[in-house]
């Protein structure tokens, strides 16, 4: 698998690492970030009619301006108007037809890790642990497959993004305004595979387990991205 160009750049935080088997490639740092992409409300498109001009609706604005008190007592004259209602009731229908503030949330999850072996590495397969410190039980991993060339003693930042995030069980929100500690964290190397086809895999994890996700990551051409979800 050939090397890929770094994509992201995501905060930094340090938590608990792990070393793969044999010290081959060892971490050296990660963290997990949480994404949000606005779109902007959806702009109409038609124009709304413009309400005909009334001897009344001249003295309106000027009694406004000089009465502020009474504004929310006074009528606009143009409401009473065929213009003005249909223009009113235009404006309602074309906000229904408006979506409302999109906010899109992802997440970023990156590890800094050294290639202590001689020989480089090819291809690297991590997952990020989350263990929800009030309620052990609840554990989450995100893995992760790699494409990245590393000659040995290098060192290099591993970084994907994905929809999902560090809790299957934790709100977005309850997420972004936490002020504890909600998880113990920890970075595993499950399977590295090197330039000469040799291959290192962690003794409890299996390949076949992944091997629809990794055909599915895989399925498509890479771009700049290093890693990509399984």
């Not at 088997?21 to 702009?43: D, F, L, P």
């Not at 309602?92 to 590495?121: C, H, L, M, W």
Request: aromatic letters at 8%; charged letters at 25%; glycine letters at 6%.
């Amino acid at each position: 698998m050939r090397a890929i160009d770094l994509l992201l750049i995501t905060m930094f935080a340090a938590v608990p690492v792990c070393i793969a088997q044999n010290g081959t490639v060892s971490v050296i740092g990660s963290g997990w970030n949480t994404i949000r992409e606005g779109a902007k409300k959806g702009e109409s498109q038609s124009s709304l009619q413009v309400p005909e001009m009334t001897a009344q609706n001249k003295n309106f604005q000027r009694n406004v301006r000089e009465n502020q008190m009474l504004q929310r007592g006074m009528t606009d004259p143009n409401e009473h108007t065929i213009d003005g209602r249909s223009a009113q009731l235009e404006k309602i229908t074309q906000e229904s037809r408006t979506p409302n503030y999109d906010a899109k949330v992802g997440y970023s999850y990156f590890a800094n890790v050294k290639n202590d072996n001689e020989k480089t590495v090819v291809a690297i397969f991590w997952e990020y642990r989350f263990t929800e410190i009030a309620t052990p039980a609840n554990v989450t991993s995100r893995h992760f497959l790699c494409g990245v060339k590393i000659k040995p003693g290098d060192k290099r930042e591993l970084a994907a993004a994905s929809i999902l995030g560090p809790s299957n069980t934790i709100s977005v929100k309850s997420l972004e305004n936490a002020v504890d500690k909600l998880f113990d964290e920890k970075v595993i190397i499950n399977r590295i595979e090197f330039a000469d086809d040799s291959v290192l895999n962690r003794r409890d994890w299996k390949y076949d387990d992944f091997k629809d996700a990794i055909k599915r990551a895989t399925s498509t051409p890479w771009g700049k991205e290093v890693c990509r979800i399984l």
